[in-house]
């Protein structure tokens, strides 16, 4: 299907373990984001990418790894999970860093770490 | 940094106008984006306006104030399917920072 779409939608972990959110989009978008959304925080950025093998730090990277290898697939791990981390994960692409380009979202992942 | 202030609620009825706004003290200033998110969806593109004045889009506009910090959307002939959050994101040089969004809720 065209888009922008995230697996799983929903995911329950236990602390410590790894967990990686699986992002993909079809319209060969140079940059991809993740961001966390949580109540009395809004919408906060984690990581980014330019392009393949290109990824940057956003607002709050710490505890979560990614990797760009291919155009398409822009995956988050995090490396061990902690309670903290519990929040909707929302994965975005736009056509290039410029000015006015919009950001196009996934549907999301919902996950809670016990 | 980035400071992005809107209001937390707003309540409104069908078929009124509402106006939210959205200030922003930031280090970098490319252009501000509103983007709509219904409770449980992605947030979906409204509107961008990078220059100063007011952008018209159907019953939606957006105005923005540069040497203000300052920004609105204005809803028009308010609809039930309006309630919604409503997120202000200023953008910087590849990103955009989103203020925490505005809930509001339309009543008949």
């Known amino acids: 299907d065209a888009g922008i779409t995230q697996s799983p939608r929903y995911k329950i972990t236990e602390t410590g373990r790894q967990v990686t959110l699986m992002c993909h989009q079809t319209w060969s978008h140079s940059y991809m984001f993740w961001y966390r959304q949580d109540l009395g925080h809004g919408l906060r950025l984690i990581y980014y990418?330019?392009?393949?093998?290109?990824?940057d730090k956003g607002e709050v990277p710490d505890g979560y790894v990614v990797s760009r290898s291919k155009t398409e697939n822009f995956p988050l791990t995090l490396e061990s999970a902690t309670r903290s981390q519990t929040s909707v994960y929302f994965c975005a692409s736009s056509d290039s860093g410029g000015s006015g380009n919009e950001q196009f979202f996934g549907p999301g992942t919902r996950l809670t770490v016990l | 940094g980035q400071n992005i202030d809107q209001p937390t609620e707003m309540t409104a009825t069908e078929g009124a106008i509402v106006q939210i706004n959205c200030t922003y003290q930031?280090?970098?200033?490319?252009?501000l984006f509103w983007y709509q998110q219904h409770a449980g969806e992605a947030p979906t593109f409204l509107s961008y306006?990078?220059?100063?004045g007011l952008e018209e889009k159907g019953r939606f506009s957006s105005f923005l104030s540069r040497s203000k910090g300052y920004s609105y959307l204005l809803l028009k002939e308010l609809q039930m399917k309006d309630s919604a959050s409503y997120l202000c994101a200023v953008e910087g040089y590849s990103t955009l920072t989103f203020g925490k969004g505005t809930m509001l809720l339309v009543s008949p």
């Open positions: 990418s330019a392009a393949a093998d290109i990824t």
């Open positions: 306006n990078v220059l100063d």
């Open positions: 930031t280090s970098g200033f490319n252009g």
